[in-house]
């Protein structure tokens, strides 16, 4: 757990050592730290707050992908800014959680990344998913259907939510995402959380 704040810090390291299958095994304050002590513990998961002293936490990211590969992230922030999303992505975050978000969405968030998924907060999800990208290019030759089930699948849906959100029967869900996984050929939720970022498909809403 990376955050400037001791309290966040402390309490937030609390909560999640309170849970039967999650254990923290090291906090720290800044980037620096961060570094020296994930190289020591090679943790499954970091959970990283965007707005550090000195280097920020996207930035942190960024190093941790490049030298600790193994090691999930989380981004923990106050900023609900659809570009502060596409930063951590871009710097290969695997979760997005803001601030005023509950412990159950942080939660979820960990167990969703230890489970090999992506997660994107739900306050920042809903207002990112946008209609402009239908007006894009459509690689892959996607249907419609097929677009909006890949966006939400970027977004950190499951088939289930997805199935009450497009108002379609879970089996359809699964059929559409079959389909087009097959035709871009992407292997996994992060292969589609890349593809969805490299084209545009993670964008503001229009106002």
Same mark, same amino acid.
């Not at 239908?134 to 690689?139: F, I």
């Given at each position: 757990?990376?955050?400037?704040? !001791?309290?966040?810090?402390? &309490?937030? &390291?609390?909560?999640?050592?309170?849970?039967?299958d999650l254990t923290i095994v090291g906090l720290a304050g800044n980037a620096d730290d961060a570094l020296e002590g994930i190289g020591k *513990?090679?943790?499954?998961?970091?959970?990283?707050?965007?707005?550090? !002293?000195?280097?920020?936490?996207? *930035?942190?990211?960024?190093?941790l992908g490049e030298r600790f590969p193994e090691v999930s992230c989380i981004a923990l922030t106050a900023h609900e800014d659809p570009g502060c999303l596409r930063q951590v992505l871009?710097? &290969?975050?695997?979760?997005f959680v803001v601030k005023r978000s *509950?412990? *159950?969405?942080?939660l979820q968030a960990i167990r969703c990344v230890l489970?090999?998924?992506?997660?994107?907060? !739900?306050?920042l999800a809903a207002r990112i998913l946008s209609p402009r990208s239908?007006?894009? &290019?459509? !690689?892959g030759n996607l249907s419609e259907r097929e677009r909006s089930v890949i966006q939400l699948v970027?977004?950190?849906?499951?088939?289930?939510?997805?199935?009450?959100?497009?108002n379609l029967s879970i089996k359809t869900i699964e059929t559409y995402r079959t389909r087009a996984t097959e035709?871009?050929?992407?292997?996994?939720?992060?292969?589609?959380?890349?593809?969805?970022?490299?084209?545009?498909?993670?964008?503001e809403l229009p106002v």
């Open positions: 757990m990376v955050d400037d704040h !001791p309290i966040i810090l402390s &309490g937030v &390291g609390a909560m999640i050592n309170s849970q039967e *513990t090679l943790p499954d998961v970091a959970v990283v707050d965007i707005s550090l !002293p000195g280097v920020n936490g996207v *930035t942190l990211i960024e190093r871009a710097a &290969g975050g695997r979760g *509950t412990a *159950t969405d942080l489970a090999g998924d992506n997660y994107v907060d !739900p306050a239908a007006a894009q &290019g459509d !690689p970027a977004l950190g849906y499951s088939n289930k939510e997805i199935s009450s959100r497009l035709k871009l050929e992407l292997r996994s939720r992060a292969a589609i959380v890349r593809f969805a970022h490299s084209n545009g498909w993670l964008v």
